[in-house]
């Protein structure tokens, strides 16, 4: 067998610029450039100045907020206000004088009955000398 060699290919690489020279793009030969004409707007007469209106926003009016702690506050207010009124019901009942009516000077004086009885007698089992005892 014949073995067959390839030559190697050549190295196609861009030709290297001139570097005494800057780089310069290469335009098409017609290539032209528009430039927009320039258009100034007139000056504005300074001696009379219209400015719109300025609109004026009316404030804002807040609306009170709605918690449940000032529903709360409520009903425990309420409540307090009821239990210091029942104390002072209380203390002005306690405060009133409750006497009954005087009846000792309207009925007769405690007088025991007298009843006739026999003159108890010394009995020997209860000897009050502490010297015979």
Known sequence: MIATVKK?????????????????????ENHQVAVPQFKAQPLPDFDTVLLP???????TK???F?????????VKNSCWEQMVKEEQKRQEK??????????????EPFRPK???R???GKSKHLDADPVTR
């Open 114 to 116: 007298l009843e006739a």
């Open 8 to 28: 190697p290919s050549p190295i196609k690489a861009p030709p290297v610029p001139h570097f005494g020279l800057p780089f310069q793009p290469r335009r098409p």
């Open 118 to 120: 026999a003159a108890v």
């Open 66 to 74: 709605k918690l449940l702690l000032d529903d709360r506050g409520v």
């Open 94 to 107: 306690a405060a009133m004088f409750k006497a009954r009516p005087n009846e000792v000077t309207c009925k």
């Open 53 to 59: 209106e300025k609109k004026r926003l009316k404030p």
């Open 62 to 64: 807040p609306k009170p």
